[in-house]
């Protein structure tokens, strides 16, 4: 069986290397796959993990989902960029929260699903989503009060998710918050969920909470409230 490693790390010197290209391409494959409803053919020894029965279940869902609004809900009128939304506007009561939704992916078939309902719902709130990768974030003349970034940090470095919270300061106003989450590999599940998103076609790296967290210190983001979950540890950060 696959051994899930500590990530070796793209630099910040070259993380727009044809080594981060591939990285990018395997993990927009590996959901756009799971956004057509592809069939994922796995060896006998990962079907007959628990996690995988519970994953083709859907039971899985609830335990790899952060709730980011229970730590920070968007209000009535904030510009709100969610970074690897996904179809979050769909699933997600922003017409409730009234709160303007910017999107940013790199799955196209979630981008375009996003694209083409999205005004559907609400043409006011939703402003359309962006393909391209997180660290690229380019917003002309807007500052975003809130950016969300779920789901995902756990499938790349640790240099690059550095680079990617200098990305989302610069588009942040004063004040404002980024929302995250990071997965927490102390917890037993988590090494089995990683196990299995290999084989689903994104390795997942384990790094320690603590080490995200330097991180975090090193871009000058202060935390203001965290809260665990079942694999996942909710964060929400300010800059000065």
Known sequence: MTQVTNSSGFGLS??????????????????????????????????????????????????????????????????CLDIGCGVSFLIYPWRDWDAVFYGQEISREAQEALNARGPQLNSKLFNGVKLAPAHQ???????????????????????YWEQVMRSVKSVLKPGGQ???????????????????????????????LSEWEKIMTRVGAKVVKRKAGDIFNLYSVKFP
């Open 137 to 159: 974030l380019e917003y002309e003349k807007v500052e975003f009060d809130l950016a969300i970034a779920t789901g995902w940090s756990c499938y790349f470095s640790l240099e």
């Open 178 to 208: 980024f929302v995250f989450d990071l997965l927490n590999p102390e917890i037993e599940l988590a090494e089995n969920w990683a196990i299995l998103e290999t084989y689903l076609g994104a390795d997942v790296t384990l790094e320690s």
């Open 14 to 79: 070259n993380f727009s290397s044809e080594a981060l290209e591939t990285q990018l391409a395997a993990i927009a494959l590996r959901f756009n796959r799971q956004y057509r409803g592809d069939t994922f053919e796995v060896p006998p020894e990962v079907e007959a993990m628990p996690i995988f029965q519970e994953w083709i279940g859907g039971g899985l869902t609830a335990k790899i989902s952060s709730p980011f609004w229970e730590i920070c809900k968007p209000k009535k009128g904030q510009k």
